[in-house]
């Protein structure tokens, strides 16, 4: 019977976005909090976690640490500045050399397994995996044929390359990781890939730091009314996340109640991304058509502790989107006991489970009516905060973490049972091993 093997060093490999970055600015987001998380809490487990992402800004330092035993590495690839995501498979060789050359500075079998976040993640990190002869573990965090299948009105489709670049990494993986059950099967359904490399391991929330809290000390550190009735949007601020649907809804409650025109306010936090980098003032300038300029309020990205506030200092927290792989912001809302109302897709009914509503549809009517029901019925937004909050306690960056481990111990045992790789750079993988 084959030991078990120990996780010693992990190569988590974040191309397109860098820990570095403050959420809900340009491509960070989500991924950017699960990569710092989940490495912070591996090196508390004794495991040493180098991040390499590609370097935007020629100030930062080659390497930096940013918690013990967790270090980033800038690597150089292309122009620090004007690159947009669609531009990055043309660096993804200048990104892989940056990596093999950190990597043949270690003495050999230094790193025990690649983690790779995103596709263009993916495609970087089967080269090093087949290169160090190690596993290789991906999580998609968004897929195009997903997206593509679930478009907002007027935004632009994922290219080919990227669903080939995908099926290619989805291919080459020793093991997946989903999010959710869901998306567990549309990498199945959609991507062919085998079911027996999949492993579901949510992500988690900083219950340490997400809590319950006064809401008056609250709105007023944020700047609110007391008084107001608030509706909380928290995110990149571009076509898929659906910032717009709350606008419209809002300019719809109003026209219906116009007597809450001296009481709501609508919070936007967050700042353009995407296919919204285009045209970043979209958002300001559809609030000047709706006539509610004077109730929305453009907050750009804050740090962890003041979004806390933020979402206690909310009524509602509303998370429209068209499509999200699991929902963070979400569950970070509920373990505040801030009630949310979302989009009925992806990831988001179970991110929600019974602490907040979901609507079927983006049509303003329904999301006008169903946030006027909420806002009118105090009591019942009280039993949906505490439903909320004992549905975020089941999530923590602890047991995120926990699975994971499993997770990469599975992959390096099946490897070391199947260590032979081909021309390709597939691995035999034998039956699954459930974690």
């Known amino acids: 019977m084959s030991a078990v093997p120990q996780v010693r060093r992990v190569a988590m490999l974040s191309v397109h976005t860098s820990p570095l970055e403050q959420p809900g600015i340009g491509d960070a987001g989500g991924l950017n909090v699960y990569v710092v998380e989940v490495s912070k809490r591996l090196a508390q487990r004794g495991i040493e976690v180098e991040i390499f992402t590609r370097m935007t800004d020629g100030a930062l330092p080659r390497q930096s640490e940013i918690a013990p035993g967790v ?65 290789l573990v991906h999580t998609m965090h968004t897929m195009a044929r997903v997206k593509n299948s679930r478009l907002a009105e007027g935004d632009t489709p994922e290219p080919p390359g990227r669903e080939i670049g995908e099926a290619q990494v989805v ?3 020793d093991r997946l990781v989903a999010n959710t059950g869901g998306e567990a099967g549309e990498l199945v359904d959609l991507y062919g890939a085998d079911p027996g490399k999949v492993r579901v391991v949510s992500p988690g929330v900083d219950l340490n730091l997400f809590t319950v809290g006064d809401v008056a000390a609250a709105r007023t550190h944020v700047g609110l ?27 719809d409650l109003l026209a219906r109640r116009p007597e809450l025109r001296q009481k709501l306010v609508v919070a936007v936090v967050g700042g353009p991304s995407g296919s919204g980098l285009g045209k970043p003032r979209a958002l300001q300038e559809l609030a000047d058509q709706l006539g509610i300029s004077a109730q929305v309020r453009f907050v750009p990205p804050v740090d962890r502790a003041t979004l806390a506030l933020w979402y206690r200092a909310a009524d509602i927290v509303a998370v429209p989107s068209y499509n999200e792989s699991f929902g963070l912001v979400a569950v970070e809302a509920q373990a505040c006991g801030t009630p949310v109302v979302a989009a009925a897709v992806g990831g988001l009914p179970y991110a929600i489970g019974d602490g907040g509503l979901l609507i079927g549809s983006h049509r303003t009517n329904d999301w006008s009516a169903a946030l006027e029901a909420l806002l009118d019925d105090p009591g019942r937004r009280e039993r949906l905060s505490r439903r909320a909050v004992e549905h975020a306690s089941q999530f ?40």
């Not at 043309?90 to 976040?117: I, K, N, T």
């Not at 995120?400 to 481990?405: A, E, G, Y």
Request: proline fraction near 7%; hydrophobic fraction near 45%; charge should be neutral.
């Open 71 to 135: 270090r980033v590495r800038n690597v150089i690839a292309g122009p620090f500045e004007g690159l947009g995501k669609g531009d990055l498979p043309g660096q993804l060789c200048a990104f892989a050399q940056g990596v093999m050359r950190a990597e043949a500075a270690r003495p050999e079998g230094w790193y025990d397994l690649v983690h790779s976040h995103y596709w263009l993640s993916g495609q970087v990190g089967w080269l090093a995996a087949d290169r160090w002869r190690v596993p």
């Open 396 to 435: 923590s960056w602890e047991r995120t973490t926990d699975q994971l481990l499993k997770v990469y111990t599975e992959s390096m045992l099946a490897q070391t049972s199947s260590p032979i790789r081909d021309a390709a750079g597939l691995t035999g993988v034998p039956a699954a091993v459930t974690p």
């Open 225 to 251: 009314p007391q008084n107001a009735h608030v509706l909380l949007f928290v995110g990149r601020i571009q076509p898929l996340k659906a910032p717009d649907v709350l606008l419209k809804a809002a300019a």
């Open 171 to 173: 291919d080459a993986a």
